[in-house]
């Protein structure tokens, strides 16, 4: 017997003519707030109907766990919610704790009617959709997955703001024109800070940079001399102390960042082995714990590479109607893994040893440009990634040096499969011209 569920249209207050059918007969569904938490349960009988409950909730861990006693007063352990912010972390992390299988989903997917909404009814109907296998689940990776990449993320956004007073430094530089970065590849190496710091301590003062210079650097004295013939203002100076300081303490944080990563990933050794044969992900080893840290270890939550790489943004939307195009750019997803794999897809097109990616990306860029080829790229990247976590097995690049097989049996069209073609293509089809009598 076939069970339905009809849905409710709340502006109208009618019920839309449409039902379908009901997968879970039992779950959940959450509205996460800040402060409080919406929860209502559906239950469907052996009669096809449906009865809901209703609560609210804290969203302090006394709240939650009244929460857990509740569902658990009616037995039910599938539980739905949005990925509001950062309020539905908690919610999760004791729901999973407390053996519930919660599902995440996309606000976009939970997005209610417009009209008469309102928190409970915004529950009621994830539930109604979770009801009907009407929402996508987002990828969650386990408990030590998800530790790890908070930490990642966070080492991602330090690397951001010592890049910013970076910039900040350089432009005290260049206020009170010291031209270090003319003669120095890095403003901020040996040589450049030690004539820095001795420009701050004595300003004004006319000094021989000779003492300061490695022995290694290529840029003659004379040139350097001239470089540092400026005059930091008081102002100046203070933010530039400042600025070096601050980038200073930021190291020392990212340094211990870095030391918290390695011990927790530990465990995942054998998988960063792994992932470190990949051409690129070799010589750091935080790039492999990056990537970690994104897909798991455990690719059986993607069923092809296919979805791996949708999953993380490289591969063009699916936009279009009537077999027309609107939109063929990449998603927005996987804003703190792309730029990583774009990083490791730029130094790869440049590298002599792995002359296959390389060959794919000129072959593309001179068709798509140079931001679509890098894509590709990243798309190549990732795919080897899933065969060798799904294989257990080093990567090779024989796959992608072997030429592609010619096939010899060339596709025959029809008369009217060729006209449609041509149509699609944009060619007017004229009818054939009366005979001439």
């Given at each position: 017997?076939?069970?339905?569920?009809?849905?409710?249209?709340?502006?109208?207050?009618?019920?839309?003519?449409?039902?379908?059918?009901?997968?879970?007969?039992?779950?959940?569904?959450?509205?996460?707030?800040?402060?409080?938490?919406?929860?209502?349960?559906?239950?469907?009988?052996?009669?096809?109907?449906?009865?809901?409950?209703?609560?609210?909730?804290?969203?302090?861990?006394?709240?939650?766990?009244?929460?857990?006693?509740?569902?658990?007063?009616?037995?039910?352990?599938?539980?739905?919610?949005?990925?509001?912010?950062?309020?539905?972390?908690?919610?999760?992390?004791?729901?999973?704790?407390?053996?519930?299988?919660?599902?995440?989903?996309?606000?976009?997917?939970?997005?209610?009617?417009?009209?008469?909404?309102?928190?409970?009814?915004?529950?009621?109907?994830?539930?109604?959709?979770?009801?009907?296998?009407?929402?996508?689940?987002?990828?969650?990776?386990?408990?030590?997955?998800?530790?790890?990449?908070?930490?990642?993320?966070?080492?991602?956004?330090?690397?951001?703001?010592?890049?910013?007073?970076?910039?900040?430094?350089?432009?005290?530089?260049?206020?009170?024109?010291?031209?270090?970065?003319?003669?120095?590849?890095?403003?901020?190496?040996?040589?450049?800070?030690?004539?820095?710091?001795?420009?701050?301590?004595?300003?004004?003062?006319?000094?021989?940079?000779?003492?300061?210079?490695?022995?290694?650097?290529?840029?003659?004295?004379?040139?350097?001399?001239?470089?540092?013939?400026?005059?930091?203002?008081?102002?100046?100076?203070a933010k530039l102390r400042q600025c070096l300081d601050h980038m200073d303490e930021l190291e020392k944080h990212k340094e211990n960042i870095e030391w918290e990563i390695l011990r927790l990933s530990e465990k995942y050794e054998q998988a960063l082995n792994l992932i470190r044969t990949v051409p690129g992900f070799d010589k750091n080893p935080m790039t492999a714990i990056q990537v970690l840290s994104e897909i798991g270890g455990d690719m059986s939550v993607f069923p092809t590479a296919k979805n791996l790489v949708s999953w993380a943004g490289c591969c063009p939307r699916n936009d279009s109607s009537n077999y027309k195009i609107k939109s063929n750019r990449i998603s927005h997803a996987g804003s703190y893994f792309k730029p990583v794999l774009v990083q490791v897809a730029n130094a790869l097109i440049k590298s002599k040893k792995n002359p296959e990616f390389a060959t794919r990306y000129r072959r593309i860029k001179a068709r798509r440009g140079h931001k679509k080829a890098i894509i590709a790229i990243c798309r190549m990247i990732l795919t080897a990634i899933w065969h060798i976590l799904t294989d257990l097995k080093p990567y090779t690049p024989e796959g992608y040096l072997a030429p592609n097989p010619v096939k010899k049996e060339k596709k025959i069209l029809t008369t009217s499969q060729a006209l449609n073609l041509l149509k699609r293509r944009g060619y007017i089809i004229k009818d054939d011209a009366a005979p001439a009598f």
């Open positions: 017997m076939t069970s339905h569920c009809q849905f409710y249209n709340y502006k109208f207050q009618e019920v839309i003519l449409l039902s379908f059918k009901i997968l879970k007969f039992k779950c959940c569904g959450l509205d996460v707030h800040k402060t409080w938490i919406y929860a209502c349960i559906g239950i469907t009988d052996s009669n096809n109907r449906t009865e809901y409950k209703q609560a609210r909730f804290s969203s302090f861990t006394k709240g939650l766990n009244e929460l857990c006693d509740w569902l658990a007063k009616y037995n039910c352990t599938d539980v739905c919610m949005e990925s509001t912010g950062k309020y539905w972390i908690p919610v999760f992390n004791i729901l999973e704790r407390n053996n519930i299988w919660v599902t995440l989903s996309h606000p976009k997917y939970t997005k209610p009617q417009k009209g008469n909404k309102t928190d409970r009814k915004d529950a009621r109907w994830i539930c109604d959709l979770y009801m009907c296998g009407m929402i996508k689940p987002s990828f969650i990776p386990p408990a030590d997955i998800r530790e790890l990449r908070d930490l990642v993320r966070y080492r991602f956004k330090l690397n951001c703001m010592i890049a910013s007073e970076k910039n900040r430094a350089l432009n005290c530089l260049t206020v009170s024109n010291l031209k270090l970065d003319d003669v120095f590849s890095n403003v901020f190496g040996k040589s450049s800070r030690s004539i820095t710091e001795y420009i701050l301590q004595h300003p004004g003062e006319t000094f021989d940079v000779a003492p300061f210079v490695h022995g290694r650097c290529k840029t003659p004295i004379a040139e350097i001399q001239a470089a540092v013939d400026g005059a930091v203002s008081a102002g100046q100076a």
